[in-house]
Every structure is written in structure tokens, then in C-alpha cells.
């Protein structure tokens, strides 16, 4: 079975820095849609940034100009740098996938990474 691991959460001050990164756990074929969701506790899960396998991105309007996603197609690899952090960027990140055609409920999905953003 193949997992999708993230890695990168940690502990920043406002207007601080983090790089995650989301691989799966063996080569699989290249995804068509990879992203970030994003939950606070209390708080609806939200799609934070995406991008398909041509690299065509999307992105909450909360996070343009501070987040860029990036893929690696070749290692089916994807990167959410996060710029000027701030505390209503805390939540547990989760990654996400999807290949073309597929369902949803036929999403593969990470562990979730905590990103907490405190003084």
C-alpha cells in the first residue's frame, strides 16, 4: 500500500518560514492533481493550494503572494513554501492527491503535518 508522507511542520514565530514537502512512500505513477488542505482545530477543512501535473496552480485567497506550491513530476513529489507566517496560519496540513479520472473517495491523502505560528 502506498502512503503519502509530509514533512516540514514545526513550530515559527509570525512572519517566519517553512518549507513542506509530500512524497508517497514508493515510485507510483505521477499523479494529475497534488495540494495542501489545511484544518484548525474547531475549524472546516480547507484547500489551500493545488497543482496539476502541468503545473497550473490554485490558491486560497488567504495565502496568495506568501504560499507557492511547486511539483517534482518526476519523484510524484510536492512543496508548499510559506512565507510570512502568521498565527491564523496555525493547523495540522494535510497533502493530497488525485489521478485523472478518478474519484475522490479514491484520494490519497497524507498523515497531516503540524504548522503552528506563535510568539
Known amino acids: 500500500q502506498v502512503q503519502l508522507v509530509e514533512s516540514g511542520g514545526g513550530l515559527v514565530q509570525p512572519g517566519g518560514s517553512l518549507r513542506l514537502s509530500c512524497a508517497p512512500s514508493?515510485?507510483?505513477?505521477?499523479?494529475?492533481?497534488m495540494g495542501w488542505g489545511r484544518q484548525a482545530p474547531g475549524k472546516q477543512r480547507e484547500l489551500v493550494a493545488s497543482?496539476?501535473?502541468?503545473?497550473?496552480?490554485n490558491y486560497v485567497d488567504s495565502v496568495k503572494g506568501r504560499f507557492t506550491i511547486s511539483r517534482d513530476n518526476a519523484k510524484n513529489t510536492v512543496y508548499l513554501q510559506m512565507n510570512s507566517l502568521k498565527p491564523e496560519d496555525t493547523a495540522v496540513y494535510y497533502c493530497?492527491?488525485?489521478?485523472?479520472?478518478?474519484?475522490?473517495?479514491?484520494?490519497?491523502w497524507g498523515q497531516g503535518t503540524q504548522v503552528t505560528v506563535s510568539s
Open positions: 493530497q492527491a488525485r489521478y485523472a479520472s478518478a474519484s475522490p473517495l479514491q484520494d490519497y
Open positions: 514508493r515510485s507510483i505513477p505521477t499523479f494529475y492533481i
Open positions: 497543482m496539476t501535473s502541468g503545473l497550473s496552480a
